[in-house]
Each structure stands twice: as structure tokens, then as C-alpha cells.
């Protein structure tokens, strides 16, 4: 079956300091991907997403994320943490030539920056 | 960047009455929308994915008959939840993908139920 995974629930990380986080993938073939971060009562907002060229990606608010085929990864990054940054990441992936398909999710890891 | 707007961003109702969440596409047509449910501090399930001028396909294990899906414009969905209970409350956010990017999709703030 195809799915996503993130593996944490919950990172913390201390401001300035880097984040990550992980998000694997088990699917056939080579799967479109995406982050998205949510805020408390909020949809969800694009963060960036991997569909095919270089393995490491940029998007928005100065995140990144690396895709690793033989690992089946694409773990979200950021080289230094805002406090501004806590809030819930959803992990999710896509099909390509798959039509008009949804999104599959993550169960989603919550993110606290301390100050 | 495209739009996807909801209405309402809030509800509360009464067990047994029907409740009407809109989503629109503001500034592109969307001939499918997805409708999504968030339980507190879980993941998104997709629920059904509306199609324009056609029938609504439901996930396994979602109601038709209780939650009800008209797309009945290239810009509007609709999904009333009929005969609330209480466990119906819960967070619905909607997307859309746009016609020439499947995979730039556009997902509306959401809109809270709490059904009393």
C-alpha cells in the first residue's frame, strides 16, 4: 500500500539552531512530494514540493528538503529556527500520471521552536 | 497565487439539524475539489472528491447519504452534513487543484463544526 510517514510527533528545537523534519515514503515508482505546514485553525499552506530534477529542493519561509530515493526519504529542513516556525507539518505525496488524485498525508509532526 | 476560499470559518449547530459548507475557487475554475476532515492533532482523510457536473466519489467508509457533496459550478463545491451529531464536529478543509497543474493544489482555510 502506498503511504507516508512521519515517524515523530512532536520535534523541539531551540531558535537559531537547525531543524528537521522526517517524512518517508512508501510507494512504487517515483512519487510526487510535498510539505505543507498548518497553523492552529488554519488550512494548509504549500511549503514546497518535489517532482523531479535536483534532489534538494527550496520553498517558502526558508525551508528545503532533500529527496533520497534509496532511502525513500524527503526529511524538511531549515537551517535556522524562528519561533514564528512552530506549528503542525504535514509530510504528503502524489502519483504522478495518476489523473486528478488527491493528496496523501502524514499523520503530520507538530514543530515548537523555543525561544 | 490562486484562492480557495470557505464559508463559513466557523459553525455551531444543534444535534439533528444540516449544516452547508461552501468552497470556492476565486480567481480558477476547479473542476475537482477534494474535501478533507482533521480530527484534533491528526492528519487530514480525504473524505470524497467532487466533480463538476457528475456524481461525488466518497472514500470507503464515508456516508453519501450524511454528507452530501454538489459541485455544481467549475468554481463552487458544497458539502451539508445532515442530521448532525455530535461526533460529526470537526475540522473540514477543502482543495483544488489547478486544471493545467495537478499538482499545484490550493487548500481553503478550512471551517470549524461543533455540533452540541
Known amino acids: 500500500a502506498q503511504s507516508v510517514a512521519q515517524p515523530e510527533d512532536q520535534v523541539n528545537v531551540a531558535e537559531g539552531n537547525p531543524l528537521t523534519v522526517k517524512c518517508t515514503y512508501s510507494v512504487s515508482g517515483n512519487p510526487y512530494l510535498f510539505w505543507y505546514v498548518q497553523y492552529p485553525n488554519r488550512g494548509l499552506q504549500f511549503l514546497l514540493k518535489y517532482i523531479t530534477g535536483d534532489n534538494l529542493v527550496k520553498g517558502s519561509y526558508g525551508f528545503e528538503a532533500e529527496f533520497n530515493k534509496s532511502q525513500t526519504s524527503f526529511h524538511l529542513k531549515k537551517p535556522s529556527a524562528l519561533v514564528s516556525d512552530s506549528a503542525l507539518y504535514f509530510c504528503a505525496v502524489r502519483f504522478p500520471f495518476s489523473g486528478n488524485t488527491p493528496l496523501v498525508f502524514g499523520k503530520g509532526t507538530r514543530l515548537s521552536v523555543i525561544a | ?116
Not at chain 2, 104 to 115: A, C, K
Request: with cysteine; aromatic share 10%; glycine share 6%.
Open chain 2, 1 to 116: 497565487g490562486a484562492v480557495v476560499s470557505q464559508h463559513p470559518s466557523w459553525v455551531i449547530c444543534k444535534s439533528g439539524t444540516s449544516v452547508k459548507i461552501e468552497c470556492r475557487s476565486l480567481d480558477f475554475q476547479a473542476t475537482t475539489m477534494f474535501w478533507y476532515r482533521q480530527f484534533p492533532k491528526q492528519s487530514l482523510m480525504l473524505m470524497a472528491t467532487s466533480n463538476e457536473g457528475s456524481k461525488a466519489t466518497y472514500e470507503q467508509g464515508v456516508e453519501k447519504d450524511k454528507f452530501l457533496i454538489n459541485h455544481a459550478s467549475l468554481t463552487l463545491s458544497t458539502l451539508t452534513v445532515t442530521s448532525a451529531h455530535p461526533e460529526d464536529s470537526s475540522f473540514y478543509i477543502c482543495s483544488a487543484p489547478l486544471p493545467r497543474d495537478h499538482n499545484e493544489q490550493f487548500f481553503g482555510p478550512g471551517t470549524r463544526l461543533t455540533v452540541l
